[in-house]
């Protein structure tokens, strides 16, 4: 069963960076668009970012574009997230995970596998 470890999270002052990982063990990951998500107490977890199995596509939410950059290494089925110019409203858990999307719907994931405990981002003011 293919599973997900994600971390690098931290405390960091508003305007900071922080590099989060996302470690994938399973023989069909790569073969699954990844993409990292958030969550924040009271509220549901929202789409951040996603890359393609090839790298080819990348999507961002409206809320990190240009501040966030999503990655992957194939190689070693690791994935990451690079965090600039972070506020206070990016603190949330984030998470990892991999699965299926459409070109119609590129933010919905489907078969997605079971989700991690996440990383801790804080961000202060």
């Known amino acids: 069963q293919d599973e997900l470890q994600e971390s690098g999270g931290g405390l960091v002052q508003s305007g900071g960076s922080l590099t989060l990982s996302c470690i994938t063990s399973g023989s069909t990951i790569s073969l699954y668009t990844m993409g990292w998500f958030r969550q924040t107490p009271g509220k549901e977890r929202e789409f951040v970012a996603s890359?393609?199995?090839?790298?080819?596509?990348?999507i961002y939410a409206d809320s990190v574009k240009g501040r966030f950059t999503i990655s992957r290494d194939k190689t070693r089925n690791i994935g990451y997230l690079q965090m600039n110019h972070l506020t206070p409203d990016d603190t949330a858990v984030y998470f990892c995970?991999?699965?299926?999307?459409?070109?119609?719907?590129?933010?919905?994931?489907?078969?997605?596998?079971?989700w991690g405990q996440g990383t801790q981002v804080a961000v202060s003011s």
């Open positions: 995970n991999a699965g299926v999307t459409t070109s119609a719907a590129p933010t919905r994931f489907t078969h997605l596998r079971p």
């Open positions: 890359i393609s199995a090839s790298g080819d596509t990348i």
